[in-house]
């Protein structure tokens, strides 16, 4: 039995989280994780910045781990319970609060002038220290085709001039009527994935005047999700559905359908926007004004240091060289984010001021919302998806706001606030 | 079944006497070679399973989370109370006892029907025992992915149900339906794990002597009589093993809710597991999962003891 004990100690001793390599750095070596594995363009642009990081100097060196992103975020958090992080890792941006609070992440001192170009979105702050820089960012938009919308006698929407709540029902009405469609928009409710239904759905909320956690405070939960204004988000949502304009259960790629013709509008984002050629008079405008003014989400992949890393002065250095225009350009370029400065946007065809790709740009810097910066984000986007689920599949709206909001304020209530 | 005499042996206290000087060398030699082929399972066991499950009891009474700077603290019975408050928690125990209750029977039933059709000693009868039995081999998963295509308003349920009754019976969105989602389900698991008990109840079928066939047979038995009064009571040890292994499976019903369903149409679909492990992977609540799954395990635990009980063997 001892030396079965011994077994079970070596065993246990030697076992190293998914991926390997541990976090510090002896002298000038470090690791980098990312989420991207799978995702040719976007390993490969990371792996361009490593690689000519590496050449350009010879103090520190950078190691490239990839995870294939559904794996993620679990094996991030077996390295942390093991103190076992690489120097440096990415982050999707809702989550760093969380990161942040549970002390995986340590505070980013990049240069003020560096800070103050990007894109308010691809900046991670809690508490007001920033803990996370993205190269770029994503954003939702309304696709439509034009020959509907004229057929319909409505206008195109632009980032001046969104359409209100009126338009909005009216384009809806008469698209419905001229029966070309079988449906006039898909809102995307194919996709069961937790963070689409809040990232995609709570923009409505916001723009009706409710939201996921009062903002003031970020200790409650009640009155913003449970209140008037959410009441009229959830009679709209369910109106949508109930009215036939949008299927309570869209296809599993509600893109492809719209290409195809099943539907008049899509609610997609930028992610779509290459494939919106596919379709001969495809526009793309922002959402509606629903009260509050139109409401888009925003805050993508960020890139943040570990708490527990050996070389810090290397890691910043790596990252202040990963923010230069020529290589946050490949992002926009190749992958067709949104670039998250403007000496970025300059570089990159077709995103320059009123350039053809520049509306996601103008719409993100006018409408973006991030996500709420609390550490109680987990929680807050698993009740809030579900809640919406359940709205959409026709069940009693003040019930099930009012328990999410119950169960977020008891979940805040548990974690103390999570130190807010 | 035959019926033996039994005859004390001869010279009976020397034989004791003579088994009791030789046996403690070889007991003990047996004993330690005994221990050492279990110990490599033992260990792993213990390791994998026994510690885990321990730590889960013993994270139900802290307010442990999945990822939180302060390490967790006891809370006595709090998770417990608010376990026994939450809505949430009484719909999917109700939905898994009403898939358990309805499955069981079904399933067992369904699958002794196949094994009595596959026990025929026919030409070809292994074909469509395979048949039968490859659903079993195919990961839940990727038939959950199928079914839930084929459960879609315009997918393969429909166009059958349509076809095979002339338009009268139109199909609903199964998935998306509160009342229809749960039995969609079942018939889908029923229809994935059903070979498995056919071969297991094709074994217990197999154990029946012929002979006592043949005897009923020359008695003027027909085949309903034959089935009640030699197949029925040969399938006893069968029949119990069947019935505690498929409830055991049913009150564990999580994989087919994750891929198909997620718990909806609200909480239709949602289960005691699936909702722990919501619980404790989404919303990073690890203490309020260990609870749950404390509480779900003396349920089974009780429920199999009842079963054991109820089937235990008289006199």
Redesign the interface.
């Known amino acids: 039995m001892a030396l ?1 004990a011994v077994l ?1 100690l070596a065993g246990c001793g030697g076992r190293a989280p998914s991926g390997g390599a541990g976090g510090g750095g002896e002298g000038g070596e470090f690791t980098l994780w990312t989420h991207n594995a799978g995702n040719k363009e976007e390993l490969a642009a990371v792996n361009k910045i490593v690689s000519d990081y590496n050449a350009s100097q010879t103090t520190n060196k950078v190691k490239v781990q990839a995870f294939p992103q559904a794996a993620y975020n679990d094996a991030v ?1 077996a390295a ?1 319970t093991s103190k076992k992080l690489p120097c440096i890792l990415d982050i999707d941006a809702p989550i760093v609060p ?2 942040a ?4 992440l340590a505070k980013l001192d990049l240069p003020q002038e560096l800070v103050a170009k990007q894109l308010p979105s691809t900046l991670g702050k809690w508490k007001d220290q920033l803990y996370s820089v993205g190269y770029y960012d994503a954003a939702l938009g309304l696709f439509a085709r034009k020959s509907a919308l004229d057929a319909a006698g409505v206008r195109v929407a632009t980032v001046d001039q969104p359409w209100t709540a009126q338009e909005f029902d009216q384009a809806l009405q008469k698209i419905k009527a001229s029966g070309k469609f079988d449906y006039v928009l898909d809102l995307g409710t194919g996709d ?1 994935t ?1 963070e689409w239904w809040t990232y995609g759905y709570s923009p409505f909320l916001q723009s009706f005047g409710g939201d996921l956690i009062d903002r003031n405070s970020y200790t409650t939960a009640s009155g913003v999700l449970n209140g008037d204004k959410a009441m009229a988000w959830a009679n709209w949502l369910q109106g949508l559905i109930r009215n036939k304009y949008t299927p ?2 869209s296809g599993t790629d509600a893109f492809a359908d719209f290409v195809n013709g099943k539907s008049a509008m899509v609610w997609s984002g930028s992610w779509s926007a290459t494939n919106l050629e596919k379709v001969k008079d495809g526009v793309v405008m922002p959402p509606p004004d629903l009260g509050a003014g139109p409401k888009i989400g925003g805050g993508s992949w960020q890139w943040g240091i570990s708490s527990g890393c050996q070389n810090t002065v290397g890691a910043l250095d790596y990252l202040k060289f990963s923010l230069q225009p020529k290589y946050l350009s490949q992002f926009v370029t190749k992958l067709n984010l949104i670039p998250a400065t403007e000496e970025t946007a300059a570089m990159s065809p077709g995103w320059e001021p009123d350039g053809p790709k520049r509306f996601f740009l103008d719409e993100s810097k006018k409408f973006a919302l991030i996500r709420p910066p609390t550490p109680a984000y ?2 807050v986007t ?2 809030f998806a ?1 809640a919406a ?2 709205i959409a ?3 009693d709206a003040k019930s099930i706001l009012d ?1 999410a909001a119950s169960d977020i304020d008891q ?1 805040l209530k ?2 103390d606030n999570y130190g807010a | 079944m035959a019926v033996t005499q039994e005859v004390p042996p001869k010279g009976g206290l020397r034989t004791s006497t003579r088994a009791t000087t030789r046996k403690p060398a070889g007991r003990g030699h047996e004993t330690l070679m005994g221990t050492l082929m279990v ?1 490599p399972a033992m ?1 792993l066991l213990i ?1 994998f399973f026994f510690i885990p499950v321990g730590l889960c009891f013993a994270l139900a009474f802290t ?1 442990a ?5 302060e390490p967790a603290t006891l809370v006595g019975l709090e998770n417990f109370q608010r376990l026994f408050q939450d ?1 949430l928690f009484w719909r999917s125990l109700r939905n898994t006892v009403y898939f358990a209750v309805v499955v069981v029977p079904l399933q067992a039933g369904f699958a002794l029907v196949l094994a009595l059709l596959v026990n025929a000693k026919i030409r070809g009868i292994n074909f469509f025992r395979t048949l039968y039995f490859v659903p079993v081999v195919t990961s839940i998963v990727v038939v959950s992915i199928l079914w839930k295509f084929m459960y879609q308003s315009d997918g393969l349920v429909n166009n059958m149900l349509q076809t095979l009754t002339f338009n009268v019976v139109q199909g609903t ?1 199964w ?2 339906n ?1 009342t229809a989602a749960m039995p969609a389900i079942m018939f889908m698991s029923i229809w994935q794990a059903v070979g498995f008990h056919m071969v297991i109840w094709l074994s217990g079928l197999q154990t029946i002597p012929g002979e006592l066939y043949e005897a009923a047979e020359l008695d003027g038995a027909d085949k309903w009589q034959q089935f009640r009064y030699v197949t029925w009571p040969g399938l006893k040890a069968t029949r119990t093993f069947i019935l505690v292994t498929i409830t055991i499976a049913a009150l564990s019903l999580f994989a087919q809710i994750n891929v198909m369903t ?6 239709a679909t949602s289960t005691v597991v699936f909702q722990a492990v ?1 619980v404790g992977y ?4 690890t203490a309020y999962a260990s609870t749950i799954s404390l509480v779900f395990f003396v349920l089974v635990l009780t429920v199999s003891l009842v079963q054991r009980y109820l089937t235990r063997e008289r006199g």
Not at chain 1, 101 to 104: K, Q, S, T
């Open positions: 079965v079970v958090t942390a969380n990161w609070w549970a002390g995986y069961s937790p309570a259960k987990p929680y698993t009740t579900k689920q359940d599949a026709g069940g328990q979940n548990s974690n | 110990s260990l390791v307010n989370r999945l990822i939180s700077p809505p969105d998935l998306s509160p997620q718990g909806g149409p609200l909480d919501r989404g919303q990073q609540e």
